[in-house]
Nanobody, 123 residues
Framework: QVELVESGGGLVQAGGSLRLSCAAS????????MGWFRQSPAKEREFVAA????????????DYADSVAGRFTISTDNAKSTVYLQMNSLKSEDTAVYYC????????????WGQGTQVTVSS
């Protein structure tokens, strides 16, 4: 079973930055990459960003939700088992619990989630 451990969340003022990390271990079957999702109170979990494993040592194609494009950057380490999310120019609407998962396209391939990491942006 794949284990997902997210970290790096916290409280930050609007306009600030945070860097999230997600370490994944286990068999990566049926996945083409890793991605980030977020869920805020009273809202469904939504896609944030994804990166494919193709394309060399640091990952391949990246994909972003419109709401974060140009502000967030997703990347992986050389082993492609850790995914990062650099979040800049944070807004109050970015406040949510952030989760990672293995993905195919924008869809998670695991039917479970890690504990997530809380990001709170104060205005």
């Amino acid at each position: 079973q794949v284990e997902l451990v997210e970290s790096g969340g916290g409280l930050v003022q609007a306009g600030g930055s945070l860097r999230l990390s997600c370490a994944a271990s286990g068999p990566f079957f049926k996945a083409s990459g890793m991605g980030w999702f977020r869920q805020s109170p009273a809202k469904e979990r939504e896609f944030v960003a994804a990166i494919s494993w193709s394309g060399g040592t640091t990952g391949g194609t990246t994909d972003y939700a419109d709401s974060v494009a140009g502000r967030f950057t997703i990347s992986t380490d050389n082993a492609k088992s850790t995914v990062y999310l650099q979040m800049n120019s944070l807004k109050s609407e970015d406040t949510a619990v952030y989760y990672c998962n293995l993905v195919r396209g924008r869809s998670p391939t695991l039917d479970y989630w890690g504990q997530g990491t809380q990001v709170t942006v104060s205005s």
